[in-house]
């Protein structure tokens, strides 16, 4: 995900960012007002993303990704909201304004919620967040797993092109009806899994005979920079977003 | 006393049904370099693990006997402990690369960050121990994009940065090509020449022959024979008992038989083998 | 309690847990490349709820759903649902569910019940009355039962048959993954409402749209479309993990 720039924003606190983000996504699916996702996205999620130099990057993938919410949700609610006034009557069809409405409102959350998060992902090197959730407290075995899933993603993506060209190659159908292709899965699974879960004991051990389980307190290669400012701005948001949240529910009762 | 003593060890995996190790005796001195041979199943990698103490801290199954190393035993310490103690890598060149770090630099260091070593010092200390292994020039690359022979070299060495007493090594060639293990072999040589205690786990006794300065035949659990290279890699004992040993000491005793080798002993390198039927 | 929770993640279980994420967005993909009508994206999590117990599996969907969010962020705030699923796994592995067989019998048995109770509450959903003052009554099952008499007889029967081919001797793990997958899709279903507006861009979109032709709430077709999806899904995805666990040699499964 992501993406080197030389910008301010890549040179935040992993942290900072992180909660900038949380924030933005809290507020805009808190606060009143059934268009404040788009005002939220549009007026500081894409700025910010402008200036971290990735707002092409943001916009590709959240178009990719919610086109196909938004065809769906648009067609879901606007066709079927039962009563309402219709924007035009065709055959069986009548989309209503009110559903329209209501799948537009739809659409802003998603996009905020997309934008918000790839707005911290695209800026922000993954090792980077772990080691600062570390210095914050987290504890490390948390941190490997989410390195460590990152980094193996690809290889495990290879073993199951692997093992599925393999049992093609020994005749396994892997089109055609909808059993066919069913009974096709646990050929590939199983020997995924089964291969995956072998190797899980010489990987602990690989580890733990690299002092993993020590009980000593851990130092850091790299050092990630961090200014007063920041830590100062980081308390604000972790205040702002409970009464964000108590806000928002207050407001609708 | 020996700085490595092995004594009456004898050990059973919780689910396996007999011992895999049976009255093991082996003593090993300080800056001693250690071949371990045998037949598949002999329990070779059991003894390495035993050494290591993931037999019996993390395999847990029983124990009798006593496994010491430096002056200290393995049963009065925990895993995290001898870890410090004793450093261990084997076959699986992928399944060692810890997954948690970006560079072969950082991922040198992992060890050093657990053990809390200070910042400053973790520099001076992985930039010294990829030198000594020759992979410096790999120090910015990702560990996943390097070749098998890379990444055995980046375990090597990861494990070797730890500064261990002693280093277990349990078939680090054996997934390599050739180019890959000959560049495992000559970082081994260069650790052992650095002065450290080595036990290593090797099908390729021609190399051993070369290097080791012990060799352990182990079989069914139980040690059959332990002698210098020369010696123990061409005893008729380990040939009956259908060790796989280098062509070259199975041609010669071929030969010999029919008078065709004049030399007393056999040959277990090719240059050996070469200057022998030379006569 | 808070130790018992440390003693779930052994160095073995923390390895575990990336590979695990890493089989459930392999198979997922691979489901996807099948074009079969599920996700079975949850195979890794459910191995880990079933081999180092509930809170790992618990740990392993939550953050198998955030990790995912990185590439589509669309799968993060679920991160809730995926943790109760692994530790619904963890449950079942607790109370046996991945070990032994079961008679078929039980496995028809479990399938009937459940395609049974699945009819029974979809057809409930559709024939809700709501009046003028947003109140809403609920058929009454006699009522149901004439109307759709024949309906119910498919649904028994269809049940029993997907229990003996699908969950052959797995029944119990079926069972439990039945049960985790009703949750799942009740505690799934506000989020989908509120934050995505009652779709999710994937083909079970077509049945939130059924739901809705038939006079559904959004909240509440949703809700139908879980409960539709989500069990089965489930139910495959225990299965499955029971048969690698079958498969597994038992020194592989120590903790
Ligand atoms: N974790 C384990 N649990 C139970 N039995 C085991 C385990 N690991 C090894 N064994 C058994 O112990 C015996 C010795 O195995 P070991 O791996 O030590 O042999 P080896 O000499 O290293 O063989 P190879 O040349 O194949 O590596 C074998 O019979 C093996 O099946
Ligand atoms: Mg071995």
Redesign the pocket.
Known sequence: MYVARASGLHQLHPLTKVLTALCLLIAGLTLPGNWTSYCITLLIVFPLSAWGKVFPNLLHIVWIVSLPFAISVLLIQSLFWGAGTPIFEFWLFAPKVEGARYALISLGKIILVMSSFLLFSLTTRPDALMIALKQAGMPSSIAYIIVTTLQIVPSFQRKGATILDAQRSRGLETEGNLWVRARALVPIVLPLALGSLMEV?ERAIAIEARAFNSHKAETSLIEIPDTQFQKNFRTVTLVAMPLLMIFGILWRL | MAFINIQNLTYQ????KAP?LKNINLQIEQGEFVAIV????????????ALSGFVPHF?K?ELSGSIEVAGRQSSQSTLSEWVLNVGLAF?NPFNQISGAKYTVFEEVAFGLENMGVPRTEMQVRVEAALQLTGIADLAQRSPYSLSGGQQQRVALTSILVMRPKLLVL??PTSQLDPIGAREVFNTIRNMAKDGTTIVL?EHKVEWIANFADRVVA?KA?QVLLEGKPSEALTSDLLAEQGFGLSRYTSTAREAKKQGLWKKDTLPVTLDEAVEGFKQ | MFEKIKKDFTTKTLVLIPIAIAINIVVGELVARLKLPIYLDSIGTVLVGAIAGPWAGALTGGLANLIWGLFTPTSAPFFYVAAVIGFMAGLAGKYGAFEGETPYWVSVLVGAVFVFSLTLFVLAFINVNVDETGYATFPSMGELFSRYLLLFIVAILLGGAIGYFLLQKGGYAGLWGLITGVIAAIISAPTAAYVFGGVTGAGTDLLVAAFRASGGGILSSVLAQGSVSDPFDKMLSFMVVWLILKALPA?FKAR
Not at chain 2, 13 to 16: A, D, G, L, R
Not at chain 2, 41 to 48: E, F, I, R, V, Y
Request: net charge negative; glycine share 18%.
């Open positions: 004991e | 995996y919780p689910t396996s895999v045998g037949p598949n199943g002999a329990g070779k990698s059991t003894l390495c693990y395999f199954g076959q349990d078939e786990v182990l659990g | 020194r």
